[in-house]
T-cell receptor, first 113, second 113 residues
Framework: DAKTTQPTSMDCAEGRAANLPCNHS???????VYWYRQIHSQGPQYIIH???NNETNEMASLIITEDRKSSTLILPHATLRDTAVYYC??????????????FGTGTQLKVEL | DSGVTQTPKHLITATGQRVTLRCSPR?????VYWYQQSLDQGLQFLIQ???????AKGNILERFSAQQFPDLHSELNLSSLELGDSALYFC????????????FGSGTRLTVV
């Protein structure tokens, strides 16, 4: 599986942009990068995903480097409710048509006043 | 409400017993995934079903089994329970073989005593 590396923790001031980096240097050409977050013990929440182009939705922006070996999730105006563990994941296609998301340890983002 | 329904929310049972966890996917989603989250292992992929057929298997123990029924709901059966099986069990669903992200349910917290 393509391995991802994220910082263990980050802090961000409320109202500022939170930039969460991720390295995925072994990613294959057709593998997507997904970002999820988990607040306390709730179910992981989908944020955004991309293949090679930058993506933006109502929650965040995803910037993928041209060589696809790293990406950055940007929360443009972080709030206290964005405090969570953020997971950067490479979706793996499996033989037989299956697929899976392999979660790492993620980044604990703490948004403070 | 993510649209993925898991029951029960909490379950307490004794070692050696057997339990069944239930998941109803989001309307229209054909794929169901099961994940286990314990304190020391993080989120671990167990198994994927697509339209009633097993498509991918992860770190699922032989004591565990799953199935997806014609109405697309899925059940995860855990037998000969051990203390180490205590964990959060999440179900996720997706359409089109996961192409647009997984939607997770709120989980079942299993406590084995």
């Amino acid at each position: 599986d393509a391995k991802t590396t994220q910082p263990t923790s980050m802090d961000c001031a409320e109202g500022r942009a939170a930039n969460l980096p991720c390295n995925h240097s072994t990613i294959s050409g057709n593998e997507y990068v997904y970002w999820y977050r988990q607040i306390h013990s709730q179910g992981p929440q989908y944020i955004i995903h991309g293949l090679k182009n930058n993506e933006t939705n109502e929650m965040a922006s995803l910037i993928i480097t041209e060589d696809r070996k790293s990406s950055t999730l940007i929360l443009p105006h972080a709030t206290l409710r964005d405090t969570a563990v953020y997971y950067c994941i490479v979706r793996v296609a499996l033989t037989g048509g299956g697929n899976k998301l392999t979660f790492g340890t993620g980044t604990q983002l703490k948004v403070e006043l | 409400d993510s649209g993925v329904t898991q029951t029960p929310k909490h379950l307490i049972t004794a070692t050696g017993q057997r339990v069944t966890l239930r998941c109803s996917p989001r309307s229209g989603d054909l794929s169901v995934y099961w994940y286990q989250q314990s304190l020391d292992q993080g989120l671990q992929f167990l198994i994927q079903y697509y339209n009633g057929e097993e498509r991918a298997k992860g770190n699922i123990l032989e004591r565990f089994s799953a199935q997806q029924f014609p109405d697309l709901h899925s059940e995860l059966n855990l037998s000969s329970l051990e203390l180490g099986d205590s964990a959060l069990y999440f179900c996720a669903s997706s359409g089109a073989q996961g192409g647009y992200g997984y939607t997770f349910g709120s989980g079942t917290r299993l406590t084995v005593v």
